[in-house]
């Protein structure tokens, strides 16, 4: 099953501020949406708050040690990362996207297939960062749109990094 982490950040990284995304863009709001339909969605508590409710047409699963209680059939919570993904892996997805927030970023870039990060063409003040992008990743393609632009890396295997 491909992990794969999805964020919109900043120019300068910033994903959140005070619980929330620092700017609004349809567009971008748009491409996740489409990319992420139909797929589980993994995300921890934070993030889980600040959406008010759950994104629809996808299984939303939020890290917690509190169990998270939700009438919806498509809310599941688990104690880990590691729980959340082992579950994916017995639903038979074919693929899984980590959406934040930055404690689940930083944990999940560490062996995570693929990032898709949208790009703000603008800076923004901001408490809640994504990890630095480290020599493991080779970005493969872009695209570019008005205000943001779509970046996809996909995790150099061992082999190529030699």
Request: hydrophobic share 35%; net charge positive; proline share 3%.
């Given at each position: 099953?491909?992990?794969?982490?999805?964020?919109?950040?900043?120019?300068?990284?910033?994903?959140?501020?005070?619980?929330?995304?620092?700017?609004?863009?349809?567009?971008?709001?748009?491409?996740?949406?489409?990319?992420?339909?139909?797929?589980?969605?993994?995300?921890?508590?934070?993030?889980?708050?600040?959406?008010?409710?759950?994104?629809?047409?996808?299984?939303?699963?939020?890290?917690?040690?509190?169990?998270?209680?939700?009438?919806?059939?498509?809310?599941?919570?688990?104690?880990?990362?590691?729980?959340?993904?082992?579950?994916?892996?017995?639903?038979?997805?074919?693929?899984?996207?980590i959406i934040g927030g930055e404690k689940v970023f930083e944990t999940a870039i560490k062996f995570?297939?693929?990032?898709?990060?949208?790009?703000?063409?603008?800076?923004?003040?901001?408490?809640?960062?994504?990890?630095?992008?480290?020599?493991?990743?080779?970005?493969?393609?872009?695209?570019?749109?008005?205000?943001?632009?779509?970046?996809?890396?996909?995790?150099?295997?061992?082999?190529?990094?030699?």
């Open positions: 099953m491909e992990k794969i982490i999805i964020a919109a950040v900043s120019k300068n990284f910033v994903i959140g501020k005070d619980g929330k995304i620092p700017w609004y863009n349809k567009k971008e709001l748009e491409h996740f949406k489409k990319t992420t339909l139909g797929f589980p969605v993994i995300m921890g508590r934070i993030t889980w708050e600040s959406l008010q409710k759950p994104l629809s047409g996808r299984t939303n699963i939020i890290i917690s040690r509190k169990k998270i209680k939700s009438e919806q059939s498509n809310v599941l919570s688990f104690s880990s990362l590691k729980k959340a993904i082992e579950h994916c892996e017995r639903c038979s997805k074919d693929k899984c996207f995570a297939d693929k990032l898709i990060l949208s790009i703000v063409n603008k800076e923004y003040s901001g408490d809640k960062f994504f990890p630095k992008i480290s020599k493991n990743w080779k970005e493969i393609d872009i695209k570019n749109f008005d205000e943001f632009s779509v970046h996809t890396y996909i995790r150099i295997k061992e082999k190529e990094e030699k």
